[in-house]
């Protein structure tokens, strides 16, 4: 457990810092569940605006958190810990910005599927949204309790989200090949695929920095990525 | 009970529970305190002051060419152990001081040792200015004239502009040596006493709080200048601003209590400290 610092400001800070994060985690959290389940449930989906909305607001913390650890930097002058942990946040900051990304980018397209109307099983993409929402959930949960046994359990865990999305694409890819009138919602489902995969690829990296906000140690960045689509 | 011992106990008698844990918890000091190439060698250093112990068996290298700066809480025992470097200790009656301090393999710790040259080998600048009441020539003049360092007039006055121009003073003062050294401002003051220091050829130079009297542009003077004398000196400075031992040094030595904790890359010391006791000093959780 860490000591509270002298100066209390600087302690605020920090931990506003930290709760910015968090909140911005839960809301890309939110974001990937809805366009997860828009997938199976044409009756949930909301329209284009209210995707973009919600983007909006997980830019706002992006933006937010950089100005606040731009302030801490040039005002505080952070050592050691607290320097890594704001180096930390502004990066992990960035992923959850692409995740959310991604979510904006998934419910997008399942809007189009479903005004498209082509029948296609969407199982696989389904799975595997599973996977990265588990993961994601996983890597919020360990940011929160500062937990490097789980951020480096999580970072290894990719693989597998990595060899299934080969799996799912592949699958959907015949079935593109095999039922040419469904072409459209099956390169949808690619490209949703993709984005799941990256998705994953953005837990790997904030559980990177969880490990070198902790640890001091770099783990390879990105050694997990496997893209052979 | 060993001296050691009943340095420890009046020590503890103004320890909290949670320092004197820290205390008992002490197991060597973190990192790599040796050099490569040293100038330098402490081993086992030990000072008291009658018998309170203000610095325990502390063991660091200075290297050549360079800076190691040493931080820590007011107390911690950086000056009193920079004060050891040059015997500077001996000037106080109740200090005592063992341990063994090598300097380019010459124990300077012996009784036998001379601490006139040796205190020309290993200058000091202190934290406040501390020019004699001389002309700005006869200042870094001084040290020279009485060491015998020079044969003639023109020698010493090529040393006095070789070692005003290293401080990175001789053109602010070049048309007005003959002036007194304390009409200078603080900066030029205590650049003046680098001047001083170096005109002796130090091997080592002791630094104890040399900027901390010095407004922020004076300061930027020194830092600068300290970076170019490492080219020639080796450099130990005492500093409680831990921005300034950031800059200024390569590696960095924490003392706490009077013990060394932590040594190690300056870099990594301010990144990633090995020891909780640097890492919540360094942060600001202290206390």
Redesign the interface.
Known sequence: MNKQHTVRAFEEALSGVRADLLRMGQLTGKQLAAAAAFLGNDSTAPDATAIDAADNRVDDFEARIEHEVQQILALRQPMANDLRSLLSFVRMATDLERIADHAKNIAKRVVRMHANGESVDVSGTQALAARVQAQLAAILEAVESDDVAAARAIWSRDAEIDALFEKTFNDQLLNLCRVPDTAVNCTHLLFIDKSLERIGDHVTNVAEDLVYKVTGERMQRNQRISDSS | MSTTMEAVGVKAQHLSAAELEQEQDFAGTVGDFTSPDPRMVCRGVNVWYDNKQAIRNVSLDIGRNEVVSMIGPSGCGKSTFLRCLNRMNDTIPAARVEGSIMLDGQEILDKDIDVVPLRARVGMVFQKPNPFPKSIYENVAYGPRIHGLCNSVAELDELVETSLTRAGLWNEVKDRLGQPGIGLSGGQQQRLCIARTIAVSPELILMDEPCSALDPIATAIIENLIDELREQYSIAIVTHS??QA?RVSQRTAYFHLGDLIEVGPTQQI????GHKL???Y??????
């Open positions: 831990m921005q950031a301010f990144t990633n400290p640097t890492e919540d360094i942060t600001g959780r202290f206390g």
